[in-house]
Nanobody, 117 residues
Framework: QVQLQESGPGLVKPSQTLSLTCTVS??????????WSWIRQPPGKGLEWIGY???????YYSPSLKSRTSISRDSSKNQFTLQLSSVTPEDTAVYYC?????????WGQGTQVTVSS
C-alpha cells in the first residue's frame, strides 16, 4: 500500500523558509504517471493546493504561491520536499503531502506548521 509521511519543523519564524519532506513507501515517485502534491489547510479554512512534482520531475505551483514555492525530489530516497520562502503567520496551517492529483487518493497524516516569532 502507498503510504506518505510528512516531516519537518513544527515552528518557523517569520521571513524564514518553511521546509518539509514527504517520505513515500509502497510506490516510487518516478512511476508513470503519478503526481505528488503538497496541500495545506489553515485554521478554520479549506484545503489549499500548493503544487506538485510529477513522475517526470516537472513541477507546477498554485499561481498565488508560485513566487515563494519550490518542490523538489530525491529519487534515491523516494522523497519529495516543499520549500516555502518568506513565510508569515498566514502560512500557519496543517501541511499534507498526497498523491491525489491523478486517479489516486493517498494522503499523509498532515503536520502542523506554525509561523510565529
Amino acid at each position: 500500500q502507498v503510504q506518505l509521511q510528512e516531516s519537518g519543523p513544527g515552528l518557523v519564524k517569520p521571513s524564514q523558509t518553511l521546509s518539509l519532506t514527504c517520505t513515500v513507501s509502497g510506490g516510487s515517485i518516478t512511476t508513470n504517471y503519478y503526481y505528488w502534491s503538497w496541500i495545506r489547510q489553515p485554521p478554520g479554512k479549506g484545503l489549499e493546493w500548493i503544487g506538485y512534482i510529477a513522475y517526470s520531475g516537472s513541477t507546477y505551483y498554485s499561481p498565488s504561491l508560485k513566487s515563494r514555492t519550490s518542490i523538489s525530489r530525491d529519487s534515491s530516497k523516494n522523497q519529495f520536499t516543499l520549500q516555502l520562502s518568506s513565510v508569515t503567520p498566514e502560512d500557519t496551517a496543517v501541511y499534507y503531502c498526497a498523491r491525489a492529483y491523478d486517479t489516486g487518493n493517498y494522503w499523509g497524516q498532515g503536520t502542523q506548521v506554525t509561523v510565529s516569532s
